[in-house]
């Protein structure tokens, strides 16, 4: 099968080339391939007259409903499954035609309980780790924090499955016509196909309204629906049972990890709901005959409420919300779900040109093969939507942030736990959040962080003997704040001061003065942190981070420990920054912004090493690193996310920046190469983030349901790349709004809108021939703006709720 599968690909992609360098308008297939046979069905009622409610919220139309991954079979592989998810509850829907499998998530399921893995020797280590450090014995000292300083237990605890709702059909062997999607716009996973004279459709969402997954199974012919329903897990401890006529109650205990003994319960409850036929249980299972369509819903929860609070009660939690779910009928669940999903997916609309019609009738893993060779500026922008598409359905307001994998596992023991990796991963989570139009999205890592402060507390006192609060390199459900792994890659003290950046975003974006309020102390609190744990380098005179990494990179004198890398230098200039500017905005704390802006000044500054390179450590070191080809790219912090160097203010620091990512080369995991797209983004260079956005959405970067590879799997890379496509079309950054500041050839004409900027205002673009024909920029709070286009800047003063339309005209920005 697979390497048939591999000649079929080779085959659509030789066919579809060929097609566009040929000026053809669609590709053919031939008898026994459905392809292109099942249009995309029509959105039904219930989903239009949710467009209705919320359509004026995006200026312009949209072709929402090209807005599809499609395909013509069934997933054989998780990477091939659809996810769908509401934050808290994730599904991958696989889409078989005789068997069906939905693999479920729900996003408290760690193992493990609350623990304290704060090493009792660290603090009486460190001055011996910082005397190694400064006299240059750097694998002794990196030695000495492996014994003493790493957690206890030096690892965190595993995300992991909640069980799978299985599907076997009778009567169902061969299907035709078969045709598998995930509509972004309704959030809704479907599959039609003909099989014995039978047309099914079957249809899941998971509701954000309702806290339900709702599948509906039906055909055109009435009483010709059968099958056998069940749960199933692979947690050890879990069994289902029978729970009342027709539903099914799957529950269990949570395991222990790495010496953490196992302290949550779980819970998942099914209901089925026929329509005409007959239901009876068989072998621990729910059998339905001849039934016009079956309606299922279920529910999921565990007994977390807090990282030190694990009393709730999860079956009492599932069945309140079955029972709110099973009074409403479908068309209704469906029309509160589609709403409010598009409350939010439809706040932003990106058209980045019509694809040949050859490529845009592939199915997308097809297309993804071909988009590295051919101009298929749809599949970006579809690419682009997804991204957003995914950072809704697993961070809503009251969930958990989104971890390595958004929501979406199956294994017991996943790649990295799957947990939140805090030196760029979780951080690149959010990179679109803002941008794009999701500010909610962010209130999980706002919670998330404001926990980390708590137990970060003790964390910064009894490992630094330090106030404030701290938190390493990863962090878990548990909100565990050491370090793990090993020095090399956890001894890392920054990972709090660079969520911070969410946070400082967040109030940058919407200008909320109770938000600015309520985030002040925790930057408060980190900054006391390093007031305290700074110290002199001898070597330098300037104040440094000591012990830390440039994360996870290995410098010449082997170890990666080492003081005042250039990273946390970077990261403490934004963070002292932001601290003043609170504080004087807030009118608090003036002695310690002053105290802060002191220290700020004797912070490592930048500086450019012998190969011309922007430097990764204090000293020249970068070019005898072992991996100089390094995924991370931590020392380019500075030039993106952050603005501290860019070509309008510092161009020497730029070009500088530019040629350490020559010598780091584009090839990288899937996230490392979502973190270039973005730097060559704000290096202005287009064609080179083109290129790299080609890297990035091709088959060795990106799996057939549009995942992204590290490999494996991990969502950060396609977070990077939804914010790295934004970065290319609107910059906002130093004062200043850049409009298509890196626009590839491939993109000469387009639409953007709904992106938000600094300061408040939402912004609509259009675009042709490279040159911008139409602009709106709405305030919401009122204040100065500047829009730059070409290099030409117009200066723009608008009150609360005023818009302001834009135009090019003579070769400059004018108010039209």
């Known amino acids: 099968m697979a390497a048939f599968d591999a000649r079929r690909r080779e085959a659509l992609k030789a066919a579809a080339l060929a097609a566009v360098a040929g000026g053809g308008a669609a590709v053919g297939f031939g008898r026994g391939d459905a392809r292109a046979a099942v249009p995309a069905p029509a959105a039904d009622a219930a989903a239009g007259s949710a467009a209705s409610a919320d359509g004026a919220a995006v200026a312009g139309g949209a072709p929402w409903q090209d807005l599809r991954l499609w395909y013509p079979r069934p997933a054989t592989q998780w990477v091939e499954a659809l996810p769908l998810g509401n934050g808290r509850l994730g599904a991958m829907v696989w889409g078989g035609g005789k068997h069906e499998r939905i693999q479920l998530n729900e996003d408290t399921l760690y193992a493990g309980g609350p623990y304290d893995p704060v090493p009792p020797g660290a603090l009486e280590a460190l001055p011996a780790v910082r005397r190694l450090l400064f006299a240059r014995r750097y694998a002794e000292a990196e030695a000495l924090a492996n014994d003493a300083m790493l957690g206890r237990p030096p690892k965190q605890m595993p995300y992991q499955p909640l069980g799978d709702l299985v599907l076997d059909f009778f009567e169902i062997a061969e299907t035709n016509g078969y045709r598998r999607e995930l509509d972004l716009d309704r959030a809704l996973a479907s599959s039609t196909f003909e099989a014995r004279g039978l047309q099914h459709r079957r249809e899941v969402f998971v509701s954000p309204v309702d806290q339900c997954l709702a599948m509906r199974l039906s055909g055109d012919k009435p009483g010709r629906i059968s099958l056998r329903i069940g749960l199933a897990s692979d947690q050890p401890s879990a069994q289902v049972d029978a729970d009342g006529d027709a539903g099914l109650l799957l529950r269990g205990r949570n395991e222990a990890a790495f010496g953490v003994d196992g302290q949550l319960r779980f819970a998942a409850r099914l209901q089925v709901l026929p329509v005409g036929g007959t239901l009876r249980r068989r072998d621990g299972r729910i059998e339905v005959r001849d039934a016009d369509e079956v309606v299922l819903l279920l529910t999921a929860a565990t007994s977390f409420r807090r990282y030190d609070d694990v009393s709730g009660d999860p079956e009492a939690v599932t069945r309140d919300q079955l029972a709110r779910a099973t009074t409403r009928s ?134 630094y003997g330090a106030p404030g609060w701290v938190v390493h390199h990863n962090t878990d459900l548990w909100r565990a704040t050491a370090p793990i792994d090993g020095a090399q890659w956890g001894l890392w003290p920054l990972g709090g001061a660079w969520l911070l950046q969410h946070l400082w975003d967040r109030w940058d974006y919407g200008r909320d003065p109770d938000q600015l309020r309520r985030i002040y102390p925790l930057f408060r609190g980190a900054a006391e942190f390093f007031e305290a744990v700074l110290v002199e380098d001898p070597n330098t005179g300037a104040l440094v981070t000591a012990p830390s990494i440039s994360p996870e990179n290995q410098h010449p004198h082997g170890a990666a420990l080492c003081a005042g ?108 190469i979502g973190w270039r797209l973005n730097l060559w983004a704000r290096l202005r260079d287009g064609e080179r983030a083109m290129a790299i956005l080609r890297m990035l959405l091709s088959p060795s970067r990106t799996y057939p349901n549009l995942f992204d590879a590290h490999p494996p799997f991990q969502i950060d890379g396609n977070f990077g790349g939804t914010a790295g496509i934004t970065e290319m079309l609107v910059q906002s950054w130093g004062g200043t709004v850049f409009l298509l500041p890196a626009l590839p050839r491939d993109w000469p004409a387009g639409t953007l809108r709904g992106v938000r900027v600094r300061n408040a205002a939402r912004l609509d673009l259009a675009w042709r021939n490279g040159v911008v024909t139409s602009v709106v920029l709405h305030s919401e709070r009122g204040g100065e703006y500047r829009v730059d286009h070409r290099g030409h800047v117009l200066a723009l003063s608008l009150a609360a709720g005023e818009s302001a339309t834009l135009a090019w005209r003579d070769g400059a920005l004018v108010r039209a």
Request: negative net charge.
């Open 330 to 463: 479908w068309p209704r669940l469906l029309d509160d779900h589609v709403a409010a999903h598009r409350a939010l997916f439809r706040r932003v609309e990106i058209d980045l040109g019509a694809s040949p019609a050859a490529l845009a009738q592939l199915p997308t893993d097809a297309r993804v093969e071909c988009f590295a060779e051919a101009s298929d500026p749809a599949l970006a922008a579809l690419y682009h939507q997804f991204g957003r598409y995914l950072l809704i359905a697993s961070s809503r307001p009251g969930t958990q942030p989104a971890n390595l994998q958004g929501i979406w596992n199956d294994l017991l023991q996943p790649p990295w736990e799957s947990k939140y990796t805090i030196n760029i991963n979780t951080e690149m989570n959010y990179w679109p959040a803002e941008p794009c139009a999701l500010a909610e999205c962010v209130e999980p890592l706002e919670r998330m962080v404001a926990e980390l402060a708590e137990r970060g507390r003790e964390t910064a006192r009894r490992m």
């Open 565 to 672: 890398p250039s990273m946390d230098a970077q990261l403490l200039r934004d963070l002292f920054g932001q601290c003043i500017e609170a504080a004087a905005l807030l009118q608090v704390d003036g002695d310690f912004a002053r105290r802060l802006a002191a220290l700020r000044e004797r912070l490592p500054p930048h500086r450019i090493g012998r190969a011309g390179q922007l430097q990764e450590w204090q000293e020249d070191w970068d070019m005898g690193a072992p991996e100089i080809d390094h995924r991370h790219v931590s020392h380019l912090y500075a030039l993106h996310p952050s603005s501290q160097v860019n070509l309008r203010d510092t161009p020497e620091l730029a070009a500088a920046a530019r040629r350490s990512l020559e010598i780091r080369g584009d090839e990288a995991t899937g996230w490392g």
